[in-house]
């Protein structure tokens, strides 16, 4: 079955940098778009970054342009979020997910357009 397993969660000090990895098993990860997802307490759900199935197109919110990289490796079957200059604000569980190569507007970074997510891994940013 398809599984998506975070990792690289941690907490560090504001400005301090995380790379998170997601290791994909159990479909073809080469067909699928990919992105990154958080959801902090009390708050929904929110799109961070996406990238295309051959890694040529990447997007992202405004909130984390210019601080944070999404990458893929299709032949490890891994997905990638480097993490830099980390604020307060970006504390929350960070999921990753998979979206069918056929959706048309995986790149708006929907949650619905997204049908297979992992379990999250917590990032945490204090001083």
């Known amino acids: 079955q398809v599984q998506l397993v975070e990792s690289g969660g941690g907490s560090v000090q504001p400005g301090g940098s995380l790379r998170l990895s997601c290791a994909a098993s159990?479909?073809?990860?080469?067909?699928?778009?990919m992105a990154w997802f958080r959801q902090a307490p009390g708050k929904e759900r929110e799109g961070v970054a996406a990238i295309s199935t051959g890694g040529s197109r990447t997007y992202y919110a405004d909130s984390v342009k210019g601080r944070f990289t999404i990458s893929r490796d299709n032949a490890k079957n891994t997905l990638y979020l480097q993490m830099n200059s980390l604020k307060p604000e970006d504390i929350a569980m960070y999921y990753c997910?998979?979206?069918?190569?056929?959706?048309?507007?995986?790149?708006?970074?929907?949650?619905?357009?997204?049908?297979?997510w992992g379990r999250g891994t917590q990032v945490t940013v204090s001083s």
């Open positions: 997910a998979a979206a069918d190569r056929d959706r048309l507007f995986w790149y708006l970074l929907r949650v619905a357009d997204f049908g297979y």
């Open positions: 159990g479909y073809t990860y080469s067909n699928y778009h």
